[in-house]
């Protein structure tokens, strides 16, 4: 490719369906559907490149990557789970796993509290 045609390329999800397989183009296909769906494959698959190509071809104000580790969420530019949905721990409610059942449906609550407090939780969890 000439550096004029470097130029004049567009980065738009179209330039990229080249480069995905059968696979990934019916998972995009799904994904622009509305369809949830959940893909998986081994190291090295592409699924990071094809999170990257879902993210751009739905709208950004409505579109949430996210990763069960802060690490995995990294790789992807997302967040965790836990930070969208605003249930991250903190030391008020971090009792060892022997606590009885009240102290669980405490625990419960006071997260789904903080999540119905924070403007921006709510916004996420209805935005998605």
């Known amino acids: ?42 190291g090295g698959s592409g699924k990071s490149f094809l999170i990257n190509i879902i993210k751009k071809s739905l709208p950004s104000d409505s579109c949430f990557v996210t990763a069960s580790t802060g690490v995995a969420a990294s790789l992807i530019n997302g967040i965790t789970i ?18 009885n059942n009240n102290i669980q449906d405490d625990k419960m609550q006071h997260a789904l509290n903080r999540v119905l407090n924070s403007k921006e939780k709510l916004t996420n969890w209805k935005k998605c």
């Open 82 to 99: 836990h930070a969208f949905a605003g249930f991250t721990l903190t030391s008020n409610n971090n009792q060892d796993e022997n606590s």
């Open 1 to 42: 490719i000439s550096k004029s045609n470097k130029l004049n390329r567009s980065n738009s999800t179209t330039d990229f369906l080249v480069q995905l397989t059968d696979e990934q183009k019916y998972v995009l296909k799904l994904v622009k559907m509305g369809k949830s769906i959940f893909f998986t494959g081994s």
